[in-house]
């Protein structure tokens, strides 16, 4: 029973430490869709990343960061496609998991 108790406990932590990589993977992705949104906003690209970052804690999945990035793009009147941003959402996340996962 042990060699079972040892292999349920070596894959719990794998999966909490997978869970933790990709969190960390989304908020690089965040914090690069507020760099990459500010041009557009004209706004402090610091602040505004946390807001994109922030507005992900809202769900789960991505649709929260690309309600946020719209409502806010529209707002300025950017012509900037749905498509658009979530090709850059898609980018920004390989990217971000290309640094964390070090693949």
Same mark, same amino acid.
């Given at each position: 029973?042990?060699?079972?108790?040892?292999?349920?406990?070596?894959?719990?932590?794998?999966?909490?430490? @997978?869970?933790?990589?990709?969190?960390?993977?989304?908020?690089?992705?965040?914090?690069?869709?507020?760099?990459?949104?500010? #041009?557009?906003?004209?706004?402090?690209? #610091?602040?505004?990343?946390?807001?994109?970052?922030?507005? @992900?804690?809202?769900?789960?999945?991505?649709? @929260?960061?690309?309600?946020?990035?719209?409502?806010?793009?529209?707002?300025?009147?950017?012509?900037?496609?749905?498509?658009?941003?979530? @090709?850059?959402?898609?980018?920004?996340?390989?990217?971000?998991?290309?640094?964390?996962?070090?693949?």
């Amino acid at each position: 029973m042990s060699g079972f108790d040892d292999r349920k406990a070596k894959a719990e932590t794998k999966f909490v430490l @997978d869970a933790a990589l990709e969190f960390k993977a989304e908020a690089k992705r965040n914090k690069a869709l507020g760099f990459w949104a500010a #041009e557009f906003l004209e706004k402090d690209p #610091e602040k505004y990343a946390l807001e994109v970052i922030i507005a @992900d804690m809202e769900e789960a999945g991505d649709d @929260d960061v690309f309600r946020k990035l719209r409502k806010d793009l529209d707002a300025v009147n950017s012509d900037l496609s749905d498509q658009a941003i979530r @090709d850059k959402m898609a980018e920004c996340l390989a990217a971000a998991r290309e640094e964390v996962y070090g693949a």
